[in-house]
């Protein structure tokens, strides 16, 4: 084992120093950059995800700048008494402060996630999992300053699964499926750089082979930090990577008749709906339209019946219905935005429609569009 002691001197102080700088100042701004990218969404596309990434990128911030000081700063003397403890020393309570925030930003990065999808064996088995580290880091932390190091044992692998988790799950979102493995074996290398480069970096390894193992395995975080972070930078908005999958029918009613003009199902794609039967089958939804919705107004309603949501956006002309599985607030945006796209284009023909459904076809080109990524 090799002594080494705190702070941190000699020739490799420098390059270290300047290597962990680096990657805490890298941090913050990937923090900056995603909460940038929260606020320039239209309100209904926000998501607590972003804020979550937030949360995660500032608090690793953070907590590399708290290492720092203990590391480089502070005195490794243990002293008894040592403030409200028996025994401690500065270093060691910049590391639980550090540490403590790493794992605040994991939490809220975590409850982040889970808040729109079930991972494991049920909703906020994470979060859980988590909140239940927090409380008990909390109660040894008035007891004994080192237990955190210990507990980075629990959190570590933990907080790896769900990552690799919501990987898998990211991947079966935005690519075909046979191309899920291809990435996932790319992607994977960097995650395990990422935690070969921290183990590296810890006080055990320090003292089992040197410095030069902290250098090395600071320069790998490093690479492996940015490669990660790029390659959730170009995802695009986390509103937009499934909502097309919780569609289920489309419908677009005129408002004056209460006729339906179009009608699209994607999970009974071989159905032949007529006119007549659509019309039928939106007759309390128009009722509901008049009662809540002027004749003038563009207005957005919210039903939930039978396990289905009613999303309905009530424009100058028409009405646009997705029907879907799950509330979503990006739902409602791009209902919106197809609807008012579609009138746009069939405002002359909408003024007086004569109920003839077959000019309205080309609006399958729409819903192509639209649901390009479906």
């Known amino acids: 084992m090799i002594f080494v002691d705190f702070p941190i001197y000699g020739p490799l102080r420098i390059p270290l120093l300047i290597l962990e700088w680096i990657i805490a100042v890298i941090s913050l701004e990937l ?19 972003e804020l979550g990434f937030t949360s995660f990128c500032l608090c690793f911030s953070l907590m590399r700048f708290l290492l720092i000081i203990g590391d480089y700063f502070s005195s490794d003397i243990i002293v008894s008494p040592f403030l409200i403890w028996g025994s401690g020393s500065v270093r060691d309570l910049f590391l639980n402060f550090g540490y403590f925030s790493l794992l605040s930003g994991v939490f809220i990065f975590v409850f982040s996630i889970e808040k729109y999808k079930k991972y494991l064996f049920r909703k906020y088995f994470f979060t859980s999992c988590f909140f239940s580290l927090i409380i008990l880091f909390l109660i040894t932390f008035f007891f004994n300053l080192e237990v955190i190091r210990i507990s980075l044992f ?8 769900f990552i690799a988790l919501y990987l898998i799950d990211i991947f079966k979102k935005i690519l075909n499926k046979e191309n899920i493995l291809i990435d996932l074996i790319k992607i994977f290398p960097e995650f395990l750089l990422l935690s070969i480069g921290f183990v ?18 600071s320069i790998v975080q ?5 490669l990660i972070f790029y390659f959730f930078i170009r995802l695009p908005s986390f509103s937009e990577l499934d909502w097309q999958d919780k569609v289920e029918e489309i419908l677009l009613l005129d408002k004056k008749s209460g006729l339906c003009a179009f009608y699209k199902s994607f999970i ?11 019309s039928g089958a939106i007759t309390s939804v128009n009722i509901m339209l008049e009662e809540l919705i ?16 009613l999303n309905i956006f009530s424009s100058k002309f028409l009405t646009g219905v997705f029907i879907s599985r799950d509330k979503l607030n990006s739902i409602i945006f791009y209902l919106k935005q197809f609807t008012e796209k579609v009138e746009s ?29 479906k």
Do not use: C
């Open 154 to 161: 629990i959190f570590g692998p933990l907080f790896l699964y």
């Open 31 to 49: 923090g900056i950059i995603f909460f940038m990218k929260y606020i320039k969404q239209p309100n209904q596309l926000r998501t607590s995800q």
């Open 200 to 217: 590296f970096s810890t006080e055990y390894s320090v003292k089992l082979f040197g410095l030069e193992f902290r250098l090395f395995g």
């Open 294 to 309: 002027p004749a003038t107004d563009a207005k957005i309603s919210v039903i939930e019946k039978k396990g289905k949501i």
């Open 268 to 278: 009974n794609k071989d159905a032949n709906i007529t006119e007549v039967l659509m």
């Open 345 to 373: 284009l069939y405002q002359h023909v909408l003024v007086d429609w004569d109920g003839n459904i077959d000019i309205f076809y080309p609006v399958e080109n729409i819903i192509t569009e639209l649901f390009s990524r």
């Open 222 to 226: 490093l690479i492996s930090f940015g």
